[in-house]
């Protein structure tokens, strides 16, 4: 079998294309330009890049961008005096704090001073509690992403077997939540689960969040599986040089699976579009307007 390959960037740039005309009818409905705040404390090289790219797709999806970028030793304190002015601000819907934060601040903390409607990246318990509970909610992105990934190959979710390795609050958490609302019948495997490959090999929708280079082999894919590889792993290439590689041995993988997404090119930019998602949906529910259809 070879499997079919999920392009996650032409999938995004779609997305990203549909956000940007609900965010033009949005301006032109209602005068509401969605306005996204990013905090860059330090100058860690690969959090640089990532936040411009960031800034970029807002801008080009016809919303505002509104960067703040702080020296590496600026304290507590006047981090959180930054977002309750940016909690405070009417042109800004969307706030993210680039992590990791150095030291001296406690992400914690931080993460939870910013309002629940504006948390962009859904990592506020609240919006942790209301996905938990049903309710609308700010969702993290890399788990939003990977669920509209899966949905281009099953359309309906309900009734599969998912296995979703990795338990962390950013990604395996929120993705069993969604998973659990997508009707899936869904099982949490993490680093001290008992026989790992057999628990994936039950899989109709496998999910791979760890951070392992190739930690899923062939052998542990269930044959016409949805495999949604989350993982970035930077490994040695060729040349001296570096290569990415997702959780998942994709070679193996395009032999057994129904489906599969590359690493680079497959969740990574929909974690970007989701982004610009969140912040159409949150200028969308700080006007009182429903969920905007994109
Ligand atoms: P994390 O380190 O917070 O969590 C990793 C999880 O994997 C843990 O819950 C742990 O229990 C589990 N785990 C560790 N070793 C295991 C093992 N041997 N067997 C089974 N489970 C094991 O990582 P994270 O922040 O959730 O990120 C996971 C991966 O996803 C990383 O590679 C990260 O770079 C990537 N990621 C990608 C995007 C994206 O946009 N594509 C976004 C976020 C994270």
Redesign the pocket.
């Known amino acids: 079998m070879t499997a079919t390959i999920i392009d996650g960037k032409a999938i995004a740039q779609e997305l990203r294309g549909n956000i940007a005309k609900a965010a033009a009818q949005l301006a032109k409905e209602h005068g509401i330009v969605p306005g996204l705040a990013v905090v860059l404390v330090g100058n860690d090289p690969a959090s640089e890049v990532y936040v411009k790219s960031k800034s970029k797709a807002v801008t080009e999806a016809g919303m505002k961008s509104f960067d703040h970028k702080l020296p590496a030793d600026t304290s507590q304190a006047d981090l959180l005096k930054l977002i309750e002015q940016l909690n405070a601000d009417k042109s800004v819907h969307g706030i993210l704090v680039q992590l990791p934060l150095p030291s001296q601040i406690d992400s914690t903390l931080v993460l939870n001073s910013i309002d629940p409607g504006k948390d962009v990246d859904g990592f506020h318990p609240v919006n942790a509690g209301r996905l938990a509970t049903g309710q609308r909610a700010l969702v993290p992105?890399?788990p939003v992403?990977s669920v509209i990934l899966a949905k281009t190959i099953n359309p309906s979710l309900a009734g599969l077997d998912a296995v979703v390795?990795?338990?962390?609050?950013?990604?395996?958490k929120p993705l069993a939540q969604l998973l659990l609302a997508e009707n899936c019948t869904v099982t949490i495997?993490?680093?001290?689960?008992k026989d790992?490959k057999e628990v994936c090999r039950r899989a109709d929708l496998l999910f791979?969040?760890?951070?392992?280079p190739e930690?899923v082999r062939g052998d542990w894919i269930k044959p016409g599986a949805t495999v949604i590889d989350?993982?970035?792993?930077r490994v040695p290439g060729e040349g001296g040089k570096t290569r990415l590689v997702?959780?998942v041995n994709y070679k193996e993988a395009l032999e057994v699976a129904g489906a599969v997404t590359p690493?680079p090119g497959?969740?990574?930019p929909?974690?970007?579009a989701c982004v610009i998602l969140n912040t159409l949906r949150a200028a969308c529910a700080s006007a009182g307007l429903p969920e905007p259809k994109v």
């Open positions: 992105c890399t992403g390795i990795g338990r962390s609050n950013i990604v395996g495997a993490h680093s001290k689960t790992l791979a969040a760890v951070g392992r930690m989350v993982g970035i792993n997702g959780d690493v497959g969740v990574g929909m974690t970007i």
